[in-house]
């Protein structure tokens, strides 16, 4: 190995361990200042409940992919699920570190390419590494940071082939990192056609039709992942649209019980305040200096990286903006999935070293110092005026029912014995009772729309020691919770009241 490739190897291991330890810390002050703050965002919570699953219910097996969610995330968080500490903790969600670190290193690799600058990669990397907003989404459950990796390495790949003469070798490596996105978050599914449209417009240009006829078939593994979900949809529900209208769940439907919608629906300027405003508040400064490198590509016609490359960065967050203008997606002024907003943060870091090399190459070296310790101060004080993902999660945290579930949990964790325990609060209180309660998955009984015909719930006390009832449970259990609260009275003719709070009441087969 020559010297140059040791020491961007030894540099990119030194980018890695820096975002480890960056990730390390987090997660130790974040202990401190709440050890429960792993578990803030809701659909962590459910994440992880849906990657235990697979092995901890009633129905183990392949089977618990289900739909709505993709599956990559749960597989991927399965075998650190199972450990009772993790799960209980939300520390199972640590697997996300190595992967954020993996993507900073890339976006290293990245900024290197495009300006043979190594400190100016280095900047990048650590950039990408240290951001409080990323690292928090990458020390819980959520699916953002394998989906970035995938996304920001399918980029890396993308941007060697159109560098170094279209080796079909790295289009198809890009094109399985796109699979791999694919099966982690919807906004990636735009980013299939977009590789086989690059696939296509750079083969015109190969002198021979055997070339171009490979790069294209090469390109169409991106939908694998695509075609798997559908195939599986229509398979299991006989839908193959099922992740995209299933009643409850998908983002659709959700999105119309909550009051969000209207604000966003059709109307552009709110679309991109609210976008604009959680973008501003990720990245700071950043975007300012990444308008600034994006002028001088066009003005100067930097050619170290095609526009088009740049365009494919920006896929997921033009996806993102479109579903919130057709009232799909859901954003608001109060943070709600402002994590949304650092689908941004890869291209705005990518685009900021081209105004650094300009400064540089103009011998502005005051300014240019400025410049990079102005991103990096504003990372540094943003824990001052908050870091939103946090704050997005800590929200749904301390709202309304999710407190008391925690309260519920905590009782039954200390007065659980044994038996079965059905559940009738609706899925997302019935993940956060669950994954505290200590009690294994297996033990409980899921009083939902879809399994209302079940015999644990028609008899409730030939099958089930302890039910859960939600006073104000989510719209997938309301019937449930409704027909036994219209019914009390057989419930309290085999079961006490053991435990009640504002939101939940819990009963315990008499003896």
């Not at 703050?37 to 992880?48: E, I, Q, R």
Request: charged share 15%.
């Amino acid at each position: 190995m020559s010297t140059l490739l040791q020491n961007r190897a030894r540099i990119s291991g030194l980018v890695f361990i820096a975002a480890i330890l960056f990730g390390i810390v987090s997660v130790g002050i974040l202990y401190l200042i709440d050890e429960n703050s792993f578990l803030y965002y809701g659909d962590a919570v459910s994440h992880l409940y849906s990657a235990r699953r697979f092995v901890d219910s009633n129905d183990p097996g392949i089977i618990q992919m289900g739909t709505v969610w993709l599956p990559l995330p749960h597989l991927m968080m399965l075998p650190f699920s199972l450990i009772d500490s993790l799960f209980s903790s939300g520390l199972a969600g640590l697997v996300n570190i190595p992967l954020h670190a993996m993507t900073s290193v890339l976006i290293y690799k990245i900024i290197l390419k495009q300006t043979s600058k190594p400190w100016i990669g280095i900047i990048g990397g650590i950039l990408y590494a240290s951001n409080p907003n990323l690292l928090y989404l990458g020390i819980t459950a959520m699916t953002e940071a394998p989906f970035l990796l995938f996304f920001v390495a399918s980029v890396y790949f993308l941007q060697k082939w159109v560098t170094e003469d279209l080796n079909l070798k790295l289009i198809l490596i890009s094109s399985v990192f796109v699979v791999l996105a694919t099966l982690c978050r919807y906004e990636a599914w735009i980013l299939a056609p977009a590789i086989v449209l690059f696939a296509l417009f750079f083969a015109i240009k190969t002198k021979t039709s055997s070339n171009k006829i490979t790069i294209i078939l090469v390109s169409l593994v991106s939908f694998t992942g695509i075609v798997f979900w559908v195939g599986w949809n229509l398979i299991i529900y006989q839908n193959p649209f099922e992740f995209a209208n299933a009643q409850f769940y998908a983002a659709s439907s959700q999105a119309v019980e909550r009051p969000y919608r209207d604000f966003l629906y059709l109307q552009p300027h709110n679309v991109l305040y609210i976008y604009g405003a959680a973008a501003g508040m990720i990245a700071g400064p950043i975007l300012a200096f990444a308008a600034g490198g994006y002028f001088l590509h066009l003005k100067e016609k930097i050619k170290s990286i095609p526009s088009s490359v740049y365009f494919y960065m920006s896929l997921p967050v033009l996806f993102t903006l479109f579903t919130m203008f057709i009232g799909i997606g859901e954003m608001s002024q109060w943070w709600f999935n402002s994590r949304f907003a650092t689908f941004l943060y890869p291209l705005a870091i990518v685009l900021a070293p081209l105004l650094l090399m300009k400064l540089e190459k103009i011998n502005k070296k005051t300014i240019l110092g400025f410049v990079v310790a102005g991103m990096f101060v504003f990372q540094i004080i943003t824990p001052t005026f908050g870091v939103v993902t946090y704050l997005d999660a800590y929200g749904g945290w301390i709202y309304k029912q999710a407190p008391f579930a925690k309260h519920t949990a905590d009782f039954l964790y200390d007065n659980y014995d044994d038996g079965k325990v059905l559940i009738m609060t609706g899925s997302s209180q019935a993940h956060r009772i669950m994954i505290s309660s200590g009690i294994e998955l297996i033990d409980f009984h899921e009083g939902i729309e879809s399994f209302l015909h079940k015999p644990y719930f028609k008899e409730p006390w030939n099958h089930n020691k302890w039910i859960i009832l939600g006073v104000e449970p989510d719209s997938d259990s309301a019937n449930a919770a409704k027909f036994w609260t219209d019914n009390i009275d057989q419930i309290k003719t085999h079961y006490e009241l053991v435990n009640e709070n504002q939101y939940y009441q819990v009963f315990k087969l008499k003896t």
